[in-house]
């Protein structure tokens, strides 16, 4: 009888050609930038007949084709398409499918550079861009032209960990013939499978949890083999292509994808847990969390959470920075989704350029901790936040 693969069988198999160059059981890194052909009528018969190959590397390369598959087949999706960043895989999605005059709705708590990306470069085309409250689907209805739109959601958000309620989103956008874009970079395909839900496009950031070692940039687009042609098109011509070295750190780290999303939603869970019976702690955003608004629909679509939480301490900026300093494992930075667990005050990294009252109005507080926790031990994760917080 057959039997769907598991996660972390797909994970490690799939998109990896059974017999590889020498015998190898890893892929070689294929540097080429140029793929030859041996005469005339060879490239004639490409040219014609587009067999299964590469020709340049802006538009496709030996590792790249095998990531792709590899990612297409943990996101469920007929196809997946790799890029430079997940900045350059949204940028492409706007631009590849929308034209003058059409329309963008955001939620509006997505990813900053999203956000200014919409609103300050597509209205320099005659793109018109506007933002809903994030899960407020009467608000976003309210919104909605007679123009040709494409709505664009994340879940969860960042930082507040607001989860939407995908298949409800799809369908709204199904009735009034908009097209749907999730960035799922939170989530991972591993927590959920927003194409099943209805997504046309899904979106990661593979420099997050799928390459998951902090030591790649790349995107991924994933959808409808036809609807991805021209986001394909576009990224040949703009060249924002993950390279071959690049596309190998992110085959092998994919391989571990599965086991390291195990630890990553045990930490997250755990952690909450702790954080929320902490004397200390104000509040937690966590979307496995009873308290946490999204409770009910993070617990129906998604398996487990991730792990990213946000939370805030009891006193000021001041108290706050303190903890964060006292901490031996997370170190301070930016980016999320890494073995290496990482602490940020939002006051000073992501939001420091915004004014307090436009902070405020993002709901960005000046005690708020956002911590993205890594694969180390659950226990020894939450005996460092321990000490940081005896002290502080
Ligand atoms: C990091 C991030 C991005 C941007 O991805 P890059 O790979 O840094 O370009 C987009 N969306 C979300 C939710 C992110 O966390």
């Known amino acids: 009888m ?79 398409l790799l890029f430079s960043s997940g900045m350059a895989a949204i940028c492409c999605l ?68 607001s989860v939407i309620d995908i298949p409800q989103l799809a369908s709204l956008a199904k009735e009034h013939q908009c097209e749907l874009a999730v960035d799922a970079t939170l989530a991972t395909p591993f927590n959920l499978q927003a194409i099943r839900f209805g997504a046309d496009y899904v979106i990661h950031s593979a420099t997050k949890y ?16 036809e609807a991805l042609e021209s986001l394909r098109s576009l990224r040949g011509l703009l060249g924002c292509v993950s390279t071959p070295h690049n596309n190998y750190l992110l085959q092998r780290g994919l391989k571990t994808f599965a086991l390291r999303m195990e630890q990553h939603n045990k930490n997250g869970i755990e952690v909450a847990q702790f954080l ?54 997370p170190r301070i930075g930016p980016s999320l989704g890494g073995v290496e667990s990482l602490v940020e005050q939002p006051l000073y990294m992501s939001y420091n350029h915004l004014s307090p009252e436009a902070r405020a109005e993002v709901g960005i507080t000046d005690s708020m901790i956002r911590l993205s926790l890594g694969v180390e031990d659950t226990d020894d994760l939450i005996a460092d936040l321990k000490q940081a917080l005896d002290i502080v």
């Open 2 to 80: 057959y039997k769907e693969p598991g996660f972390s069988t797909l994970s490690v198999q799939s998109g990896e050609k059974r017999k590889k160059a020498n015998h190898g059981i890893t892929d070689a890194i294929h540097c080429a930038s140029t793929f030859t052909f041996s005469d005339t009528k060879e490239l004639i018969d490409f040219l014609e007949n587009k067999p299964d190959r590469d020709e340049y590397i802006r538009y496709s390369n030996p590792n790249q084709n095998v990531v792709e598959a590899k990612l297409a087949a943990l996101d469920g999706a007929e196809k997946s």
């Open 94 to 161: 706007l631009l590849a499918k929308l034209e003058k005059g059409d329309e963008v709705i955001l939620f509006d708590e997505c990813y900053h550079r999203s956000r200014e990306f919409s609103r300050d470069y597509l209205s320099r085309w005659g793109i018109v861009c506007k933002f809903a409250k994030t899960g407020d689907f009467a608000h976003l209805k309210a919104q909605i032209s007679d123009r040709k739109k494409l709505i664009f959601t994340e879940s969860p958000t960042n930082p507040h960990l």
């Open 210 to 225: 799928l390459a998951g070692h902090n030591d790649v940039v790349a995107g991924v687009i994933s959808g409808r083999e």
């Open 276 to 329: 929320e019976s902490h004397p200390k702690i104000r509040k937690v955003f966590y979307p496995g969390l009873e308290s946490h608004s999204s409770f009910l629909i993070a617990k129906e679509q998604m398996p487990a959470w991730g792990g990213l939480l946000t939370f805030e301490i009891e006193g000021d900026r001041h108290a706050a920075s303190s903890f964060v300093d006292q901490l031996k494992i």
